[in-house]
């Protein structure tokens, strides 16, 4: 196994995805990726698909609660 490849968080909580990864995954700049935990608590990255959009507007409406002004101002920093 290769070791770790690591990448600091900003102030906003992003992080660069390395050149290394990118090239592997295949992004590039304007590409989504897609983010997964597993049972055991791993995070695996993907370059997203298609089906990753249309999960995300299918759940869209149904999550209504989510869109107060109150959330919007509680969680604006994320």
């Not at 995805?17 to 590409?31: A, S």
Request: glycine share 6%.
């Amino acid at each position: 196994m290769e070791p770790a490849i690591t990448s600091k968080l900003t102030t906003k909580s992003q992080a660069t995805i390395p050149g290394k990864i990118r090239e592997f995954l295949g992004v590039k700049p304007g590409d989504s990726v897609a983010f997964e935990i597993d049972e055991n608590k791993r995070v695996f990255v993907r370059k997203a698909t298609p089906i990753d959009f249309e999960f995300a507007q299918a759940l869209e409406g149904t999550l209504s609660e989510w869109t107060s002004k109150h959330d919007e101002e509680a969680y604006c920093d994320l």
